[in-house]
């Protein structure tokens, strides 16, 4: 039981953080390193996807957030 709790308090963790890294124009480095803190292997793509989102959108895009793209390529 134990274990589902902790899964579901981390989905729900990951999934607060990755809306606000979404919904920010310019998201929070601490809160981008605190879901990278807490990755787990079926997280990467989803948080991934944002960043690419942010980085399409973006005339000059976050060279942060490009640097963190790189780490995953």
């Avoid at 579901?8 to 953080?17: A, G, M, N, T, Y």
């Amino acid at each position: 039981m134990a274990g589902e709790d902790n899964d579901h308090l981390h989905s729900e963790i990951f999934q607060l953080l990755l809306d606000k890294v979404r919904e920010d124009q310019y998201p929070s480095v601490t809160q981008m390193n605190m879901l990278e803190e807490m990755l787990q292997d079926e997280d990467v793509e989803p948080y991934t996807e944002v960043l690419m989102d942010k980085v399409r959108q973006d005339t000059y895009p976050s060279i942060d957030q490009l640097r963190r793209l790189l780490r995953f390529a």
